[in-house]
C-alpha cells in the first residue's frame, strides 16, 4: 500500500528558485496538511486542506502556496526560496475522524 | 491558548531500563484527541496512539502504555524494558474539537544504549 507519497526525497535550489512539492494519497482522504519540521521546533502547519478545491493556512504560511485540484492531490509551492526555508517537509492525510498519516519526507536545502 | 509541552529534550537509557516520556498540554475544550506519534533515525512519522478525552482508561500495548490523567493534563508515555530499536524521537500531539489542526510539542529524543 503506497499510502502517503512525497516527491521529490531531496533536493538543492539556489535561493530565489521556486519549485513544488507533491503529495499524493490513495486512501480517500479529506484531509490533508503540509508541515515543516526544524530542530528544537517540532512540526509546525504551513497549509491545510478540508476538502478538494479548498485550502487554509497554518502557523507558518508566508513564502509558500497550495492547491489541492484533486482529492488525492496536495501541492506546496515555493514561489522564491530562501535559505530560512531549508527543512525537512511532510505532508499528511487523515479521513474524517482519526490520526494523521505521515508521508517520507521531502528534503528541502536552499543555498 | 491550546498548547502541548514536553519538557523533555533527550532522555538517555540504558538497554532494558523502563523510562517514561512526559506530555502535559493545555486547551479549554471538552472533547480533544490526544497522540503520540515516533520518529525514527530513518526519519518517517509513526503513529502510535490515539486517546478520545472522554476515554481515561490507560492503555497497554506490549512494551509501551500510556497514562492518560485529565486532572493533571498529562499523557505519559511508557517503554517498559527499552531497547535499541526504541531509540527515536517522539512526538505528542492534540486536536481538539471543531478544529483541523493538531498541536505537535517539540518532541522528546530518546536514545538507548546498548
Known amino acids: 500500500n503506497a499510502g502517503v507519497t512525497q516527491t521529490p526525497k531531496f533536493r538543492v535550489l539556489k535561493t530565489g528558485q521556486s519549485m513544488t512539492l507533491l503529495c499524493a494519497q490513495d486512501?480517500?482522504?479529506?484531509?490533508m496538511y503540509w508541515y515543516r519540521q526544524d530542530p528544537g521546533m517540532g512540526l509546525r502547519l504551513i497549509h491545510y486542506?478540508?476538502?478538494?478545491?479548498?485550502?487554509a493556512k497554518g502557523e507558518v504560511p508566508d513564502g509558500y502556496n497550495v492547491s489541492r485540484l484533486k482529492k488525492q492531490n496536495f501541492l506546496l509551492g515555493l514561489e522564491s526560496a530562501a535559505p530560512s526555508q531549508t527543512s525537512v517537509y511532510f505532508c499528511?492525510?487523515?479521513?474524517?475522524?482519526?490520526?494523521?498519516?505521515f508521508g517520507e519526507g521531502s528534503r528541502l536545502t536552499v543555498l | 491558548a491550546q498548547k502541548v509541552t514536553q519538557a523533555q529534550t533527550e532522555i538517555s537509557v540504558v538497554e532494558k531500563e523502563d523510562v517514561t516520556l512526559d506530555c502535559v498540554y493545555e486547551t479549554r475544550d471538552t472533547t480533544y484527541y490526544l497522540f503520540w506519534y515516533k520518529q525514527p533515525p530513518s526519519g518517517e512519522l509513526v503513529f502510535l496512539i490515539r486517546?478520545?478525552?472522554?476515554?481515561?482508561q490507560n492503555e497497554i500495548s506490549g512494551r509501551y502504555s500510556w497514562n492518560f490523567q485529565k486532572s493533571t493534563s498529562s499523557f505519559n508515555f511508557t517503554i517498559t524494558a527499552s531497547q535499541v530499536v526504541d531509540s527515536a524521537v517522539y512526538f505528542c500531539a492534540l486536536r481538539y474539537s471543531g478544529t483541523y489542526k493538531y498541536i505537535f510539542g517539540t518532541g522528546t529524543r530518546l536514545k538507548v544504549l546498548a
Open positions: 499528511a492525510s487523515r479521513p474524517s475522524a482519526g490520526e494523521l498519516f
Open positions: 486517546r478520545n478525552s472522554f476515554d481515561e
Open positions: 486512501m480517500n482522504h479529506e484531509y
Open positions: 486542506s478540508v476538502g478538494e478545491g479548498t485550502t
